[in-house]
DNA sequence: CGTTCAAATTGCTGTGCCGCAATCCACAAA
DNA sequence: TTTGTGGATTGCGGCACAGCAATTTGAACG
């Protein structure tokens, strides 16, 4: 199935936007669209086929399973993100639907040709994985050695950032976009110590809670290591 | 100073290995070589040059400091590896040379043109950046709620695997690259219980240790997680 | 409006890692 | 040889987080 780009809803923020018309819609031939249900998985770590795609709408989580079965959260992947294997041929983490999710699938050899033959469309995703690169080690260094607190609290920081129009302004009133159990895997905690910690800021002033998702910032200054 | 490419070390490694003679000689105009003693900084966290490199010989650690003065330990670079910002303003991370190192560094905005010229530059630095964040991840997955039994024994088989020739096979005696108190830092432990794990792990019969640095893995079945 | 069930909260107890401090060890210099 | 030095090891006490269990919350449904 092919795609109307124009109507895409990340058309001018995805790895595909930095292409001329012409050229979106002959990659788009390339690629299909997928829907995924809230917890369904796209790609699973280990199977064998080499595919990509960006995400149109929802939001999904790269996940890995250790040896004892607990799962860790790696990363989260927002609208127009990029996930999966162009090169490699074989899936090295698992990727689920956090909520129900809208994508644009390419095979892997597939995107492989499309960038051979759209020299932007590669620094654009070279851009695109840097930043993933260093998201990924903003994570590492938030949860290397620091106390509960500060992980906690640091993610909220983070959450609120993705939640406003810029990336350096803080939405002072946000939805997580994820469970407790979620966050904690995220932040190898545990879900016990992340509400005890969300409880405590509350009980500072630092923020108010609304509903099970909801959060308010009401002084940011108080949170540990702003 | 213009870089002589005939005799680089990992002329066939690293991301300008896919250019041809002309175009790397080309490349090589608007690098220049550096050396940097044990310890010293190549970027530091914060500063506003875009500047990258690759590495010729040595060994770099990729480090963020947190707010109590903590060192975390995001990426250890091997030699072919490159680092630093291309696009981004200014540095997110600090590195440091772990040993005596060679670079061959370019400024930021020389190395974007370059780019722009060679598709096929970008291509390579955009599979590299993968694997980096691919390494990034497996840290990330290894530090998430594993034991410090877990993480240890994780990091041995990791570093025996680089040691090796090929990257799934296990080298039975090597030498540690990175002193305890950089393994703990990375590890997200503290130098006192990575010593206390390898002194389980050589009571157990798992490994022996030979000097400071040195490790022999006698049993790796004994190890957990293996 | 009540019912239902998963998710979240809270309390309690055990423990694994941290942090400090005292050695110990290997190596280098005198 | 002695002395010095930096890293590594070991012991010990404290605390932050994990793990379990009971309870509460709140969102979706009839």
């Given at each position: 199935?092919?795609?109307?780009?124009?109507?895409?809803?990340?058309?001018?923020?995805?790895?595909?936007?930095?292409?001329?018309?012409?050229?979106?819609?002959?990659?788009?031939?390339?690629?299909?669209?997928?829907?995924?249900?809230?917890?369904?998985?796209?790609f699973t770590a280990g199977m064998s086929a080499a595919s990509c795609a960006t995400l149109l709408s929802g939001a999904l989580k790269i996940t890995s399973t250790d040896a004892d079965g607990r799962e860790r959260i790696l990363s989260l992947v927002h609208p127009s993100g990029f996930v999966g294997e162009m090169f490699a041929p074989y899936m090295r983490h698992d990727v689920v639907a956090l909520g129900d999710s809208e994508l644009c699938v390419f095979s892997g050899p597939a995107f492989a040709e499309a960038i051979d033959r759209y020299p932007k469309l590669s620094q654009a995703l070279l851009r695109r994985t840097q930043?993933?690169?260093?998201?990924?080690?903003?994570?590492?260094?938030?949860t290397g050695n620091a106390s509960a607190e500060q992980r906690v609290s640091g993610a909220l920081?983070?959450?609120?950032?993705?939640?406003?129009?810029?990336?350096?302004?803080?939405?002072?009133?946000?939805?997580?976009?994820?469970?407790?159990?979620?966050?904690?895997?995220?932040?190898?905690?545990?879900?016990?110590t992340v509400s005890r910690m969300l409880t405590r800021f509350e009980r500072e002033g630092a923020i108010r809670r609304d509903g099970k998702r909801g959060i308010e910032l009401v002084d940011p200054a108080l949170l540990p290591l702003s």
């Open positions: 199935m092919s795609l109307a780009c124009s109507t895409c809803p990340v058309r001018d923020r995805a790895a595909c936007s930095v292409l001329g018309e012409a050229e979106r819609e002959e990659l788009a031939k390339a690629g299909r669209t997928r829907k995924l249900a809230k917890g369904e998985t796209l930043e993933d690169l260093f998201a990924s080690r903003e994570l590492l260094a938030l920081l983070s959450i609120s950032r993705a939640a406003s129009d810029s990336p350096c302004h803080l939405a002072s009133r946000f939805d997580l976009p994820i469970s407790r159990g979620e966050l904690a895997d995220m932040l190898g905690l545990t879900i016990e």
